[in-house]
């Protein structure tokens, strides 16, 4: 998920704060940071269902990549926490 994120909001020329503020400007919810895309990208967190319906409609990626990122995610998380 989080080499998708920053793959597709650099090819865009857009900073952290540039994807944050063109989120808050679709979705109308502010609770979204540079912040909080920083830790998308590097991999702490991973966007929910809400927050992946925006990125698809900002980043003009298809919610389905987007989900499939989001499991790829959580499930190389469960690996990694049950191995170590």
Same mark, same amino acid.
């Given at each position: 998920?989080? $080499?998708?994120? @920053?793959? *597709? #909001?650099?090819? =865009? &020329?857009?900073s952290?704060?540039?994807? @944050? @503020?063109?989120?808050?400007?679709?979705?109308?919810?502010?609770? !979204?940071?540079? $912040? $909080?895309?920083? #830790?998308?990208? =590097?991999?702490? *967190?991973?966007? &929910?269902?809400?927050? =992946?319906?925006?990125?698809? *409609? !900002?980043?003009?990626?298809?919610?389905? +990549?987007? +989900?499939?990122?989001?499991? !790829?995610?959580? *499930?190389?998380?469960?690996? @990694? +926490?049950?191995? &170590?």
């Amino acid at each position: 998920m989080c $080499e998708l994120l @920053a793959e *597709r #909001r650099t090819a =865009r &020329g857009w900073s952290q704060d540039d994807l @944050a @503020a063109r989120l808050h400007a679709m979705s109308g919810n502010d609770s !979204v940071t540079r $912040e $909080e895309i920083s #830790r998308w990208e =590097r991999g702490k *967190r991973i966007p &929910g269902p809400y927050w =992946r319906s925006w990125l698809s *409609r !900002v980043l003009e990626t298809p919610c389905a +990549e987007l +989900e499939l990122a989001a499991a !790829v995610t959580r *499930r190389q998380r469960r690996l @990694a +926490e049950s191995t &170590g």
